[in-house]
């Protein structure tokens, strides 16, 4: 939902193509950072900024070397971001997608039960994790 909202809004946008998209690079970016508490980077459109200073989480996560697992996730979609922006889709965020999807059972299933919607996407992006190679192609686990 994050990645789709920076899409439409750099998308619409007139003037320097290249900026944008660099733009949009960045706002795909920052979702993790976001996520736990640090808003330094965020645009106006998405987030005000507030954040207690006890809530800022990236600090911790950074030094235990969580956050730039996460990040390089993301950088896989980030680097599509010339295609984004102009609402096309390519192989690897079809791939992510489709993983995710299997991961989480696709619409069968009831996510309001314990392991739910959230614990089923984490799942998906894990093994997508351990299972992507730089070529871009999967390896059988």
Known sequence: MVIDRACAYRGQLKGNLKEATEQLR????????????????????????QTKPDENMVPTLTALKI?????????????EASSLIHNMNNNDVEAFHSTLMQSTGKKVIN???RFGYRGRSYRGVWFISITWTPSGTFINI
């Open 67 to 79: 956050l730039p697992d996460v990040q390089q996730v993301v950088l896989r979609v980030a680097q």
């Open 111 to 113: 996510f309001t039960g």
């Open 26 to 49: 960045a706002d795909i970016m920052n979702p993790p950072k976001h996520a736990f508490g640090e808003h330094s980077d965020c645009d106006t459109y998405f987030c005000n900024g």
